[in-house]
């Protein structure tokens, strides 16, 4: 049973920094090394949207929104997705959430997402 759960959210400043962090469980090691992962996020009264994402291969992707401010990574053997959020802007608040899945037909599938970590900025 994969469960991911986040971590790093709070409040800050506009222009201010924040990591968050998403541990997984459940996953065996070459199952969560071989998975793809990406970051979301949900303001109030929004669709929830991607920011970033990174394949097995460690290859990142973003949002334009997000691009030169936040940075996706991994670290497999600690089971571990991050999110290095830099500049945050006050549009930046919202709730973050992170997920995870095979890579299906090209595509991630995100198959497992976490709780969420509510990042605010003002």
């Known amino acids: 049973h994969v469960q991911l759960v986040e971590s790093g959210g709070g409040s800050v400043q506009a222009g201010g920094s924040l990591r968050l962090s998403c541990a997984a469980s459940g996953y065996t090691s070459s199952a969560y090394s071989s998975s793809c992962m990406g970051w979301f996020r949900q303001a109030p009264g929004k669709e929830r949207e991607s920011d970033a994402g990174?394949?097995?291969?460690?290859?990142?992707n973003y949002a334009e929104s997000v691009k030169g401010r936040f940075t996706i990574s991994r670290d497999n053997g600690k089971n571990t997705l991050y999110l290095q959020m830099n500049a945050l802007k006050p549009e930046d608040t919202a709730m973050y959430y992170c997920a995870a899945g095979p890579t299906y037909r090209g595509n991630c599938r995100m198959d497992y997402w976490g709780q969420g970590t509510q990042v605010t900025v003002s």
């Open positions: 990174i394949d097995s291969d460690g290859n990142p």
